[in-house]
């Protein structure tokens, strides 16, 4: 029972499919029929038991096949959207400080050194780089087309006097940027 998603078990029915049709009837007898041989006029079932093992492993197959084209896609778009919130947690500090250089100079910062930051490089190794309207992250993953090189462009406005952020603009598709940078809100 602990191995049925293994395919242990398929792997055991094939071995035992080939060795229902290389087996004579004499072995059949000794093997499944408790030693008594056959009636000449009766059958054995050897036949109806390797049609169904055949017809089990293609359906097993059919299940397995299914199963890996829904699970392989959802889970490559989860690692995506990892890798991207993995940017904006990384952003939260730079955020704050953004923030508070506007709330002390009502304006918003001109560089890092500004903010207080050495480096356009998150730890992630993606970019922040700082922009009129706020900031832009730029994504560097040469392993994965979806997000090298693609970007969310944080905006900083003022919504009923408090500071807040808009982060639906950028390349990131929808389908990958959390729920609160999606343009479809």
């Known amino acids: 029972m602990l191995t049925f998603w293994t395919g242990i078990p398929s792997i055991i029915s094939f071995v035992e499919a080939i060795v229902f049709w290389c087996s004579n009837v004499t072995f059949w007898d000794v093997k499944y029929n408790d030693g008594k041989p056959a009636n000449p006029s009766e059958q054995t079932g050897a036949g109806v038991i390797v049609l169904i093992v055949i017809v089990v492993g293609f359906v097993g197959v059919a299940i397995i096949g299914i199963l890996a084209a829904v699970s392989i896609p959802a889970y490559q778009d989860y ?93 990131v598709s929808d389908q990958h940027r959390p729920s609160q940078c999606r343009a479809s809100r």
């Not at 959207?81 to 993995?86: D, M």
């Not at 392993?143 to 950028?170: H, M, P, Q």
């Open 79 to 171: 690692t995506i959207r990892a890798k991207v919130s993995q940017a904006l947690v990384e952003t939260s500090e730079r955020k704050a400080k953004i923030q508070q250089y506007y709330l002390e100079n009502n304006e918003l910062p001109g560089n890092n050194s500004d903010i207080g930051v050495d480096s356009d490089t998150l730890s992630s190794g993606h970019t922040a780089e700082l922009s009129e309207q706020g900031f832009t992250i730029t994504y560097v993953d040469q392993t994965n087309s979806y997000v090298d090189g693609k970007t969310i462009e944080f905006r900083a406005f003022l919504d009923e006097g408090t500071f807040a952020w808009d982060c639906t603009g950028g390349t």
